[in-house]
């Protein structure tokens, strides 16, 4: 490869469209839009994040299983990272400012759980390591020098405490875990809660302010969506946003593609998609709303640790953390 070319993107060739019916109006918070779509109802905004992810599958099975098949989309920068050997000295030259939602302890288990799943239909999967496992809550910046981060990094400084610290306060739900995935990657997708049983213990003892946040969450009338509308509104306050998109979405991305090998023939690709769906069906008959099983579903966003400011190469879990907010 010559030096100073630019690899192209796995992302690049994979559309990350909202499948929700939501049409965003340039200028507004784009997080504003789902929720005034929907009245500030949580059912109708669970209806519309399932919309999305089950929409999003269905087509991605469709291009797996079509006779048509263009191959899986390799991550180039990934795939250096990796096999030092391909381009020695290589070095991911995308930096990025972000806010982070980490898993708590009992969604580590479950992923790591789903990842070995996995691995027995496509051994050659790249696995995200747990303690890098995370879920991206605002993209403020992609694909930018050092320099330009830091400098976003100096401007949203005085900002940073009361960010990462909102989920204290702000808490809500995440549920009803599947396998969402594309010819790029493979993820864990949640729903924010609607009215399920809250099957996470109290953290006690409560202060007056977490009895309202408990009750909040209790009865959801505050969702994972308007927590990243409101760290939106705070963000943009001293920087401008540019995500790269924004989609009724709540995943981690657990795996990607490094290798055609486990993808070359239809009984593969057909192994493949049996395997997810056989996931799938387990997550929702074993997992959704079952509080004494051997895995739990369900996220209070902000259980353990608050929000997470990072920033640098962190495509892949990397980067390093500015500031932390307190967890519950």
């Known amino acids: 490869m010559a030096p100073g070319s630019v690899l192209p993107l796995a992302d690049a060739v994979i559309k990350f469209e909202d499948l929700s019916g939501v049409e965003i109006k340039p200028g507004e918070n784009p997080y504003d839009a789902l929720i005034n779509a929907c009245h500030g109802f949580a059912a109708e905004m669970q209806a519309r994040y399932?919309?999305?992810?089950?929409?999003?599958?269905?087509?991605?099975?469709?291009?797996?299983?079509?006779?048509?098949?263009?191959?899986?989309?390799?991550?180039?920068?990934?795939?250096?990272?990796?096999?030092?050997?391909?381009?020695?000295?290589?070095?991911?030259?995308?930096?990025?400012?972000?806010?982070?939602?980490?898993?708590?302890?009992?969604?580590?288990?479950?992923?790591s759980h789903l990842q070995n799943l996995l691995a027995k239909a496509a051994p050659g999967l790249w696995l995200?390591?747990?303690?890098?496992?995370?879920?991206?809550?605002?993209?403020?910046?992609?694909?930018?020098?050092?320099?330009?981060?830091?400098?976003?990094?100096?401007?949203?400084?005085p900002s940073l405490a009361a960010l990462t610290g909102l989920t204290f306060a702000r808490r809500s739900r995440l549920v009803k875990p599947i396998i969402s995935y594309d010819l790029s990657a493979v993820a864990v997708s949640f729903l924010p809660a609607s009215g399920e049983e809250v099957l996470s213990p109290p953290r006690a003892p409560l202060s007056s302010e977490d009895h309202a946040a408990q009750k909040a969450r209790d009865q959801d009338t505050y969702t994972y969506h308007h927590l990243r509308?409101?760290?939106?509104?705070?963000?943009?306050?001293?920087?401008?946003?540019?995500?790269?998109?924004?989609?009724?979405?709540?995943?981690?991305?657990?795996?990607?593609?490094?290798?055609?090998?486990?993808?070359?023939?239809?009984?593969?690709?057909?192994?493949?998609?049996?395997?997810?769906?056989?996931?799938?069906?387990?997550?929702?008959?074993?997992?959704?709303?079952?509080?004494?099983?051997?895995?739990?579903?369900?996220w209070i966003v902000g259980q353990e640790r608050g929000l997470e400011a990072r920033s640098g190469t962190l495509w892949y879990g990397g980067g390093r953390t500015i500031l932390g907010g307190e967890g519950f």
């Open 229 to 298: 509308r409101d760290v939106f509104n705070m963000a943009s306050e001293r920087v401008a946003i540019a995500s790269r998109y924004v989609v009724p979405s709540a995943h981690i991305t657990i795996g990607r593609f490094l290798t055609q090998k486990d993808h070359e023939t239809r009984e593969q690709r057909e192994r493949w998609i049996r395997a997810i769906e056989d996931i799938n069906k387990w997550l929702e008959d074993d997992v959704w709303d079952t509080k004494d099983g051997g895995f739990l579903g369900e």
């Open 50 to 111: 399932a919309t999305h992810r089950n929409t999003r599958n269905a087509q991605q099975r469709e291009k797996f299983l079509t006779a048509e098949f263009p191959g899986l989309s390799i991550d180039p920068i990934l795939l250096r990272l990796e096999n030092p050997d391909i381009e020695p000295g290589f070095q991911d030259p995308r930096n990025c400012l972000v806010f982070w939602a980490r898993p708590p302890h009992h969604i580590v288990t479950l992923v």
């Open 128 to 157: 995200m390591p747990a303690h890098r496992l995370h879920l991206t809550t605002l993209e403020v910046a992609h694909s930018r020098t050092a320099d330009e981060i830091a400098g976003m990094v100096s401007a949203m400084r």
